[in-house]
C-alpha cells in the first residue's frame, strides 16, 4: 500500500500538542514549548514556491485505493474534538460587564454597550419564517442576549409584514430590512443560453442537486459576489451570516465580532467539507488564469496545501482539476466584508462572472469564499471557532464543553455514509499552527 500520510496520527494528540506539533514539522526534535508559542506560520514562500504549490500537476494525486484513510481521519477529527474546551487562550476577549458606582457587577443595555460594526445576517424567504425565528432564538439565548448585535434580513422579493414583525420580536438588536435589485440578484447577460443548458444537463445528468434550479444560482452568485456591496449593508464591517433551521448549541459570553476585531482575524467558520468537484470543474483553472495574471494577490501566507490536497478524495482533485473542493462551510461564516470589497477579491470576481461558471457550472459560495481566503489572505486570520456548537442537517460540530448543551455529541459529525466528506482534519493538520492548536 503507498500512501503518503503527511501525519502520522499520534494517540492523544489534543492533549499532547507538542507531540503532534513536530510530526507537523516533520521534525522529531524536541521544542521548548514557549518557543512554540511564540512561532508564527512557517508558510512563508516566495511567488515561485506558491506557483509550484498551486499548479495542477497528475503527480500530486495520491491515486490510492486505500479505504482506511476515511476512518483514520474521523479517528483524528474525534480525538481532536475530545478534548475539553472553554474559550480561546491568548486572545483579547471582550465580555459585557461593568462593576457599578456601588461595585457591583451589571451587564450594559442595549444602548449602552459599544458594539463593533457588525451585523448578523441572512438571505430568507417569507415561507422560511418560522425556520428562521427557530434559530434566531438560540443565536439570542446562547450569544446575542448580551450584546444586541443588529440583524440584517436580505431577499430578492418583500418581506411581508407578518415576517417583518415577527422576527422582531424575537431579535434584541436593531432589524433591518434589504431588498435585492434585480439587476443585482438575476443572471446576467452574458451567460451564453446554449451553453448553460449544456452545463445544467450535465450537472443533472450526474444528479447533482439544485443543477437546474436558476435561483439556487442567483443565490450561490449573490453570497459569492454581492452581498457585501448593497446599500443596507456599506455601512457595516462585519458579518455572521446565518440560515433557517440551523443550531446553536453551546454559550459564548464573549463579543465574537470584537474577537474577530481585536484579534486580528478576517474569517472564522466551524465546519469543513468536500464539494461535488461537477460543481466547480473550472473554478480552479479561472482562478489560475487570474492568479497568474496577477501574482500579487497571492498572499505568501495563503492556505495552499488545503486547497490542493489530493489524499482522501484524490478523484476530486482530480476532476475540479487541480482544487480539493475542501471549503468552509458558509451557512454558519463570520467575516470582514472589507476583505470581500478589497482589489485582490474584487478583480477576482470580476474574472468569475466573465467566465460564467456560476451559471455554466453551480460554483457555491462557500468554494467561493474559501478559494479566495484561502489564496489572498494569510491563513493565519482565518479562525476555526471550536467554541461556537453549530448544526446544519445532516453535518455537526460539537466541542466538549460545559458551555454546550449537548457534549456527549462531540465530535459526532455526521451520519457514517457522509464520514468521507469531512475536510476539517485537512486544516488542522497542513495550516494550523502549534499557537493555534492549543487556543482552547
Ligand atoms: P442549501 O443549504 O445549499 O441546501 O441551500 P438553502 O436552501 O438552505 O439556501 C441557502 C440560503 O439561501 C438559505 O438561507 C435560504 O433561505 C436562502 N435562499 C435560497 N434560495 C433563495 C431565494 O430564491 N430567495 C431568497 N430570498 N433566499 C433564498
Ligand atoms: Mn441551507
Not at 150 to 164: L, M
Request: glycine share 4%; with cysteine.
Amino acid at each position: 500500500r503507498k500512501v503518503y500520510h503527511p501525519v502520522k496520527y499520534s494517540s492523544n494528540l489534543a492533549k499532547f500538542g507538542i507531540k503532534f506539533n513536530e510530526k507537523l514539522m516533520g521534525k522529531a526534535k524536541p521544542v521548548a514549548q514557549e518557543l512554540l508559542l511564540d512561532q508564527d506560520h512557517d508558510g512563508k514562500l516566495d511567488y515561485s514556491e506558491i506557483m509550484k504549490a498551486l499548479e495542477f500537476d497528475t503527480s500530486k494525486w495520491n491515486v490510492t485505493d486505500d479505504e482506511d484513510i476515511v476512518e483514520e481521519n474521523m479517528e483524528f477529527y474525534r480525538e481532536v474534538y475530545s478534548k475539553k474546551i472553554t474559550e480561546p487562550k491568548f486572545a483579547k476577549l471582550t465580555y459585557n460587564e461593568v462593576i457599578d458606582d456601588k461595585g457591583l457587577k451589571r451587564v450594559l443595555t442595549k444602548d449602552e454597550y459599544p458594539r463593533a460594526n457588525a451585523t448578523l445576517l441572512t438571505l430568507v424567504r417569507n415561507q422560511e419564517l418560522k425556520d428562521i425565528v427557530h434559530t434566531i432564538r438560540q443565536i439570542e439565548s446562547t450569544w446575542n442576549h448580551n450584546f444586541h448585535y443588529p440583524y440584517t434580513f436580505i431577499s430578492d422579493e418583500q418581506f411581508t409584514e407578518e415576517f417583518k414583525q415577527t422576527v422582531t420580536r424575537h431579535a434584541s438588536g436593531d432589524v433591518f430590512f434589504e431588498i435585492i435589485p434585480p439587476e443585482i440578484w438575476n443572471k446576467p447577460k452574458n451567460i451564453d443560453p446554449e451553453k448553460e443548458k449544456a452545463g445544467i444537463k450535465k450537472l443533472e445528468d450526474n444528479g447533482v442537486q439544485y443543477a437546474a434550479l436558476e435561483s439556487y444560482h442567483n443565490m450561490c452568485r449573490f453570497n459569492s459576489g454581492y452581498f457585501y456591496r448593497l446599500e443596507g449593508l456599506k455601512k457595516f464591517k462585519w458579518y455572521w451570516r446565518f440560515e433557517p433551521k440551523t443550531d446553536y448549541y453551546c454559550s459564548v459570553n464573549y463579543d465574537i465580532f470584537k474577537f474577530m476585531e481585536d484579534n486580528d482575524k478576517t474569517y472564522g467558520f466551524t465546519i469543513s467539507l468536500y464539494d461535488d468537484p461537477l460543481t466547480v470543474e473550472t473554478l480552479w483553472p479561472v482562478t489560475m488564469e487570474f492568479v497568474k495574471k496577477n501574482p500579487q494577490y497571492v498572499n505568501p501566507n495563503g492556505a495552499f496545501k488545503w486547497l490542493t490536497d489530493s489524499i482522501q478524495n484524490p478523484e476530486y482533485t482530480k476532476k475540479a482539476n487541480g482544487y480539493s473542493t475542501c471549503h468552509f462551510w458558509s451557512n454558519f461564516e463570520i467575516g470582514n466584508m472589507d476583505f470581500y470589497r478589497g482589489e485582490a477579491y474584487s478583480k477576482w470576481m470580476d474574472a468569475l462572472e466573465e467566465n460564467g461558471g456560476f451559471y455554466y457550472e453551480r460554483w457555491g459560495d462557500a468554494p467561493v469564499h474559501s478559494v479566495g481566503v484561502g489564496l489572498f489572505e494569510d491563513k493565519s486570520k482565518v479562525h476555526w471557532f471550536r467554541d461556537i456548537g453549530y448544526h446544519h442537517s445532516p453535518y455537526k460540530s460539537i466541542p466538549n464543553s460545559d458551555k454546550c448543551s449537548a457534549p456527549e455529541d462531540s465530535g459526532y459529525f455526521a451520519p457514517k455514509d457522509v464520514y468521507s466528506q469531512n475536510c476539517l482534519s485537512n486544516w488542522v493538520k497542513y495550516e494550523m499552527t502549534y499557537k493555534e492548536l492549543q487556543q482552547y
